[in-house]
């Protein structure tokens, strides 16, 4: 949302940092000197948010624009993960609902020239829908779940993990249901501006969102198997 807000929140390196988990949350206002935006957000979804790249050069603000520093932000991440992110989950549910609904409206109203039904009555579309359905509820229900426990216990351990995995099944879960979504529109579904073709372009993307869906598994296995995080040899080699 770069264009319309009035302050930017930026994750920074700072040059005393020690470990590869440090981090500073800066706060930077609109008319900060030496802050400019270039207008690249031309991507195939989440066109909406507006996630233009800031220019920062020679930008000096107070120290109180830093408004946390750590030298391990995952403590941060862990409790702020029901709105940083489990927020946007929720939205990527809302896109899988919304792809299915379109979908079962488009089967039962196009009859193929030839047939006297439509197309919902193709055995094959049935079972796609059927299966559609299944995961939907599924990944539903899981958000729901994560959802309850943040409300009633917090930012736990179990919470985290509750909201990683809602994050995997639902991005996982809106990607399929948009593939089969278009396969079953066919021709008439990829066309600009159509519905379908609108809400597979964001649909499409709900695995890749921060956090991914291999990020997401690695919490996961940490926290189901009970592991230590400063037993954990780093995904990549540390910057010396």
């Known amino acids: ?65 830093v408004v946390y520093q750590s030298e391990d932000i995952r403590e941060f991440r862990r409790g702020t993960a029901s709105w940083a992110w489990g927020s946007y989950t929720a939205v990527y549910l809302g896109v899988a609902g919304a792809i299915f609904s379109e979908i079962v409206r488009v089967v039962k109203g196009r009859q193929v020239p030839g047939y ?52 995997y099944v639902v991005g996982e879960t809106v990607g399929r249901i948009a593939r089969v979504a278009l396969t079953l529109s066919g021709s008439h579904g990829i066309f600009k501006g159509g519905r379908i073709e609108q809400l597979f372009r964001d649909g499409a993307l709900g695995a890749l969102h921060a956090p991914p869906s291999d990020f997401c598994l690695w919490n996961m296995g940490i926290h189901e198997l009970g592991l230590d995080l400063a037993e954990i040899t780093p995904p990549l080699k540390p910057a010396t």
Request: proline letters at 7%; glycine letters at 4%.
């Open 1 to 65: 949302m770069l264009q319309a807000a009035d302050y930017c929140l930026v994750l920074a390196r700072p040059d005393t940092a020690t470990r590869p988990t440090a981090g500073a949350f800066v706060l930077i206002p609109r008319n900060a000197p030496g802050r400019s935006v270039i207008a690249n957000w031309d991507v195939m979804g989440m066109r909406a948010t507006r996630s233009d790249s800031l220019v920062l050069e020679d930008c000096s603000l107070s120290p109180d624009a």
């Open 116 to 167: 006297s039904q439509p197309l919902a009555y193709h055995p094959d579309v049935r079972r796609q829908v059927a299966q559609m359905s299944a995961e939907l509820e599924a990944a539903r229900l899981i958000m729901y779940r994560a959802a309850w426990l943040y409300d009633n216990e917090g930012p736990t351990d179990e919470t985290s993990a509750a909201l990683y995995r809602a994050k």
